[in-house]
């Protein structure tokens, strides 16, 4: 009998689970946990460099990118660059993209406009749109004009191709309903398509603000005299590794900035979904 | 009136139009001949319809029978292939009249929208103001829903949410309302609460109702007049002369129901009898 007992309690005490376990399970990862990984390569990698195991041909020490962060801002070198990338950035995108918001809301709402011009988007959709650098490079020299082109194009089609989506994607339920209440086709266009295009959009948005940057990058290693990519060229040619290393991370940071402005936007626009919304939220 | 259809006429029952209200703000609906056409499919068959001002008419059939078809020419959502109707005195054109206003099976609501700017919808061509807003906040309050104004429609519950499409027909105080099966989604305890509540509105109201439903005891729990459509055609008109608030499960309404469901059913009889 007392066998059998032991037997059973043994068993419990096997399925329950250790302390330290669930603790571990239990355990909410705090805020500051995302960043423990990274540390630790960053440590690592000074480490590395420290012991003279790592060439700063090869790679310079954090520490070494700091000081060509510090030397690059003390000369203004670095502000007057990002400062140029930043603007051919905006202006590309404000071009290509509103270009291409407005073609995906005239195609999505009137069938002549989408006959006349889809088929011809679709076609020049399939060139990778760097595969035109040579070409551009004719047309416009190493000015501003082919950046601002190539970026344009390049954030021209994802924004175009989700706008269409949207504004063909809008519940015609809700279309039949505004109208049988009387909206206009103006009314319909703001209380109704859109807002319903608008996730779609914003699907478009961040997607084209990737292609920007990557855009912007090859455009600058290429063919250019100022900016980001260009301040990076320069430093190859003279083995600078730190300021190439930086140039990386600022490319890195911008995107991530771009990145979260569009989840900030996409939270203030679409706080009525529900992927978007906290417990309770109210307009 | 003349509720009776001479095709009816099997279906012959007293005149009972003294029974209904007086006159109110509702306004007459006139059918004549409508035919309407898909390709080759004929769905209604030149349908003669005459319903009173104020009154409710409740249209029954199978699926596919030209109920809805018939309800979406009504409210002006669909227009008819032969014959004319009239809405009140003018002759109504195809398209969407501030005098009419429908309701869907689904809310139909705007989810980007709080509660209270969906009523507002009600108010076609009227911009958000301080009036609208008050107008949409009362009509609120009469379908009990005042405290979920500022909520999005996301939150709310399916008969929530047609309580607040039920405020936004009728916040513009229409002179008819057209009911698409409003309530086949909802459950069987908030149905009946929303048919308490339909009733209410129309009594208060006086707007001239007419409700396509598939259940024939929500027809006769809410209606004056039920109309029963049969390939297009009007196979049934017959009059609901029972005081309100009816008495769910009363025997007067379970003699009326049994009658209709046997001529809803008259096509199966054909059907072989099975010997257990």
């Not at chain 1, 603790?23 to 012991?51: F, H, Y």
């Not at chain 1, 300021?243 to 890195?252: D, F, G, Q, S, T």
């Not at chain 2, 319809?49 to 018939?70: D, E, M, N, Y």
């Not at chain 2, 017959?238 to 209709?260: F, K, N, T, Y």
């Amino acid at each position: 009998m007392t066998n059998i007992a032991d037997a059973f309690i043994l068993k419990s005490d096997a399925r329950a689970t250790p302390v330290w376990l669930s603790r571990l399970k239990s355990a909410r990862p705090g805020r500051l946990s995302a960043w423990l990984v990274p540390a630790l390569i960053l440590a690592a990698w000074q480490a590395t460099a420290s012991l003279g195991w790592l060439s700063v041909n090869v790679l310079p020490s954090p520490a070494g990118v700091v000081r060509a962060f510090w030397k690059l801002t003390l000369s203004g070198e670095l502000a007057a660059n990002i400062g140029v990338s930043f603007v051919r950035a905006a202006l590309g995108f404000a071009i290509g993209g509103g270009i291409g918001f407005a073609l995906g809301l005239a195609n999505g709402l009137s069938r002549i406009s989408e006959t006349l011009t889809d088929s011809t988007l679709q076609m020049v959709r399939n060139i990778p749109h760097l595969a035109l650098i040579p070409l551009v490079i004719l047309w416009f020299g190493i000015d501003e004009g082919a950046k601002l082109f190539l970026v344009a194009l390049g954030v021209f089609f994802p924004v175009y191709l989700n706008t269409l989506h949207g504004v063909r994607n809008v519940d015609p339920q809700l279309i039949e309903m505004g109208s049988s209440y009387g909206m206009t086709r103006g009314d319909l266009f703001r209380r109704v398509i859109l807002p319903g295009a608008l996730p779609s959009i914003f699907v478009g948005l961040r997607f084209a603000l990737g292609v920007m940057w990557l855009t912007l990058i090859v455009a600058e290693t290429i063919a250019a005299q100022s900016g980001l990519g260009y301040m990076a060229m320069q430093a190859r040619e003279f083995m600078q590794t730190d300021i190439v290393v930086l140039a990386i991370i600022i490319y890195a940071l911008l995107g991530k900035a771009a990145d979260a402005a569009a989840r900030l936007l996409e939270r203030r626009f679409l706080q009525w979904n529900p992927a978007y919304q906290a417990q309770g939220a109210r307009p | 009136m003349n509720a009776v259809q001479p095709h009816a006429a099997k279906a012959a029952i007293p005149d009972f139009s003294g029974l209904f209200r007086e006159p109110s703000r509702g306004v007459p609906i006139h059918a004549h001949k409508l035919g309407r056409r898909f390709g080759a499919l004929q769905v209604l068959h030149a349908l003669d319809l005459h319903v009173p001002a104020g009154q409710f008419l409740a249209i029954v059939g199978r699926s596919g029978c030209g109920k809805s078809t018939l309800l979406r020419i009504l409210a002006g959502l669909d227009h008819p292939t032969s014959g004319d109707y009239r809405l009140g005195e003018e002759a109504a054109a195809h398209g969407p009249r501030a005098e009419a206003r429908i309701m869907f099976q689904e809310p139909r609501l705007l989810p980007w929208a709080s509660v209270l700017a969906n009523v507002e919808v009600g108010l076609s061509g009227v911009t958000s103001t301080a009036d609208s807003r008050r107008r949409a906040l009362e009509t609120l309050a009469a379908v009990g829903l005042e405290d979920r104004a500022a909520h999005w429609p996301s939150v709310l519950s399916g008969g929530q949410k047609q309580r607040v499409a039920l405020a936004r027909a009728l916040v513009s105080r229409p002179r008819f309302l057209a009911l698409d099966e409003p309530l086949g989604a909802l459950d069987a305890l908030t149905r009946i609460e929303m048919q308490g509540l339909i009733e209410k509105v129309w009594q208060e109201s006086g707007f001239t109702a007419v409700l396509v439903t598939h259940d024939v005891s929500e027809a006769l729990a809410l209606a004056d007049r039920v109309v029963m459509i049969e390939d297009g055609r009007i196979a049934l008109d017959m009059a609901v002369p029972l005081p309100r608030p009816r008495r769910r499960g009363s025997v007067d309404l379970a003699l009326l129901e049994e009658r209709i469901l046997a001529q809803l059913l008259q096509r199966d009889k054909v059907q072989p009898e099975y010997v257990i």
